[in-house]
């Protein structure tokens, strides 16, 4: 597969992880929707199923859908990312770009699915946890730690499903993803893929989402419930619109790490 065949296939698969999964938030969080109030199992499941999806659509590529996997296969001492698919810096290249900007669409299409539920909604922070995730409580070394051990268990545990053929394929993917929401999501809203969080975030920060509101630091569980802060950041300016990038760092830097670690350990546990 050459470059543009492979950003392809893991923009489209990611971006339709992202469709289902920042729906799934919406449905839950704005207070319109028939589905508000659907609870965290409903958010995991959504996620999960997206999961399912976006795999099946990103099968030429393996349906990656996340660097954080991306480079724990890299990590692993893997000779392919897929059979046919050498790992080479073009192709790692080619996986990330295609899985930042399916997430950025994705997030965009659900948009316009909750236009009118966005525009009726009036609580910002809302707004932002549907795009992106935000800690319960915000202790960034300790989002961070949580991210990174999420992750690895994520990553782990799909690498040794390729020495482990059980022919569930992209559902038990699926299954793990909705276990891990349930037991590790809670402290971070388990971003546990890069392009997960930075494309809906970046899609928040450009998109008319705001109503010209006083905007606090955001204290949203990505993808959950409201929580207080315990250490809340200052108070925006009224009217103007917090994307959160202080927060960013963490629901990129501690997957990619979390990967690697569990990369390395692939390489002596399979």
Do not use: C
Not at 96 to 109: D, S
Not at 163 to 175: D, E, N, Q, R, V
Not at 221 to 250: C, E, F, I, Q
Not at 255 to 261: A, E, I, Q
Request: net charge neutral; proline share 6%.
């Amino acid at each position: 597969m050459n470059f543009g065949s492979i950003f392809l296939s893991e923009a489209l698969g990611t971006g339709m992880l992202v469709l289902l999964g920042v729906g799934v938030v919406a449905n839950v969080l704005l207070t319109k929707s028939k589905g508000f109030d659907g609870g965290w199992l409903l958010i995991n499941f959504g996620w999960g199923l997206g999961v399912l999806a976006g795999v099946y659509v990103a099968y030429k590529t393996g349906g990656h859908l996340n660097p954080a996997y991306t480079i724990g296969v890299l990590f692993s001492g893997a000779d392919e990312y897929t059979p046919g698919v050498s790992i080479t810096v073009a192709t790692t290249l080619a996986y990330i770009l295609g899985q930042l900007v399916g997430a950025f669409v994705g997030a965009n299409l659900a948009y316009v699915a909750y236009k009118r539920h966005f525009d009726e909604e009036t609580d910002e922070e809302k707004k932002l946890g549907v795009f992106a995730t935000g800690p319960a409580i915000r202790r960034l070394p300790w989002n961070f730690a949580t991210e990174v051990v999420a992750t690895f268990a994520l990553v782990l545990v799909l690498l040794a499903m390729g020495h482990t053929a059980t022919g569930l394929g992209p559902l038990a993917a699926a299954l793990l993803v909705v276990g891990i929401g349930a037991s590790l999501g809670g402290p971070t809203g388990y971003a546990i893929n890069p392009a997960r969080d930075l494309g809906p975030r970046l899609a928040h920060a450009l998109l008319p989402v705001n109503k010209g509101a006083a905007v606090r630091e955001p204290a949203t569980v990505g993808g959950g419930s409201a929580a207080p802060l315990a250490d809340p950041g200052p108070t925006d300016l009224p009217g103007r619109k917090n994307s959160d990038w202080s927060y960013a760092w963490v629901p990129i830097a501690g997957p990619l790490l979390g990967g690697v670690l569990a990369g390395l350990a692939a390489q002596v546990l399979f």
